[in-house]
């Protein structure tokens, strides 16, 4: 009989151990969670040059999907992006250092995120020189929608 109650309190003790809480998953899939879990939008943008350009992108939004495939996390899409969304689709993945947002087309950019905050900071450049407001370096504040 105590062989028994040692094996189910074993038992019971392993099973309690393979329960992850959320403080125990890695920063790559919390960050994961909180990108993918809402559209984002309704921000500030501000232009190093141009200075604040929250006008023109009153109706950007982005949303971050996950749908792992190779070595991206999911796919992401873009409304109203402007000259700084060029790109309305594509695939998506953090850096290996959790610093970054790479699209497929080889973008980055810089982010902070929790979650009511998004913050992608970037560089536009353009082929052939820079025209303001259309390249430069940029700051999406953005809210969850």
């Not at 190093?48 to 792992?68: E, R």
């Not at 560089?123 to 259309?134: E, M, Q």
């Amino acid at each position: 009989m105590k062989t028994i109650l040692k094996l189910t309190g074993l038992i019971i003790v392993l099973q309690l151990g393979a329960c992850k809480d959320d403080n125990e998953l890695s920063p790559q899939v919390k960050n994961v969670s909180m990108l993918t879990a809402t559209s984002w939008g309704n921000g500030t943008v501000i232009h190093a040059i141009d200075g604040d350009l929250s006008g023109q992108y009153t109706d950007f939004v982005i949303n971050f999907s996950k749908n792992p495939s190779a070595d991206f996390e999911g796919t992401y899409l873009v409304a109203n992006g402007g000259y700084a969304f060029p790109e309305t689709t594509g695939k998506w993945k953090f850096s290996e250092d959790l610093t970054k947002i790479i699209f497929d087309s080889g973008r980055e950019f810089d982010f902070q995120l929790d979650e009511n905050h998004l913050q992608l900071d970037f560089v536009v450049t353009l082929a052939g020189g820079r025209a303001n407001g259309i390249s430069g370096h940029f700051v999406f504040d953005l809210n969850p929608l």
